[in-house]
């Protein structure tokens, strides 16, 4: 069965660190598209960053620069290092799966596996 | 950035009724648009990629269509576990999956 899991998530001070961490099974965290998704319940679903099978990373302007993306292979797991936190950060954050699937000349991007999610409060 | 609308943004319906939901992008992204169900607590799950491609194990009464700007989601007959919040998605570009709002589909 394929797995994501999530852990880390925490109560921070405003400009302070995190570090989440996604432990997969069932996937190959390097030969799968990866990412993360947060949700509040003021704004709602946004997706946050993405890294690719080849190693290119994206990230929503809300947080570029601030937060990093990255996986262990040995591991299997998938990070998000998150600096410089903010109260607007507070979020549940989920671990996905993007797959693709080839229709004619296109591939189309979906997010079919998701972890439980973990918390992150952002707070003085 | 591209903006996902979704209306409307709560649904009262009752069990066997059709019921349709509307997801319009702020520009064309093709059929580059997938939809999500949620419950309270847990995670959203993959309904329709594609804007009309059934996901594994996902009840036929589900069904996706839509190009360009203009999307939607129906269910055919809603059954008492489709009661939740519904979530559009669009993945035209890696400079942002955007999500809609959501639509939460309550009991009338």
């Known amino acids: 069965e394929v797995q994501l899991m999530e852990f880390g998530g925490g109560l921070v001070q405003p400009g302070g660190s995190l570090r989440l961490s996604c432990s997969a099974s069932?996937?190959?965290?390097?030969?799968?598209?990866m990412g993360w998704v947060r949700q509040t319940p003021g704004r709602g679903l946004e997706w946050v960053s993405l890294?690719?099978?080849?190693?290119?990373?994206f990230y929503a302007d809300s947080v570029k620069g601030r937060f990093t993306i990255s996986r262990d292979t040995p591991k299997n797991m998938l990070f998000f290092e998150m600096n410089s936190l903010r109260a607007e950060d507070t979020a549940v954050y989920y671990c996905?799966?993007?797959?693709?699937?080839?229709?004619?000349?296109?591939?189309?991007?979906?997010?079919?596996?998701w972890g439980k999610g973990t918390t992150v409060t952002v707070s003085s | 950035d591209i903006q996902m609308t979704q209306s409307p943004s709560s649904l009262p319906a009752s069990v066997g009724d059709r019921v349709t939901i509307t997801c319009r992008a702020s520009?064309?992204?093709?059929?580059?648009l997938n939809w999500y169900q949620q419950k309270p607590g847990k995670a959203p799950k993959l309904l329709i990629y594609?804007?009309?491609s059934l996901q594994s194990g996902v009840p036929s009464r589900f069904s996706g269509s839509g190009s360009g700007t203009d999307f939607t989601l129906t269910i055919s007959s809603l059954q008492p576990e489709d009661f939740a919040t519904y979530y559009c998605q669009q993945t035209y570009t890696t400079l942002g999956y955007s999500f809609g709002q959501g639509t939460r589909v309550e009991i009338k």
């Open positions: 996905v799966r993007v797959e693709a699937s080839r229709r004619e000349s296109d591939y189309f991007y979906y997010m079919d596996v």
């Open positions: 069932g996937l190959n965290v390097t030969q799968n598209y």
């Open positions: 890294i690719f099978s080849g190693g290119s990373t």
């Open positions: 594609g804007a009309s």
């Open positions: 520009q064309r992204i093709n059929s580059f």
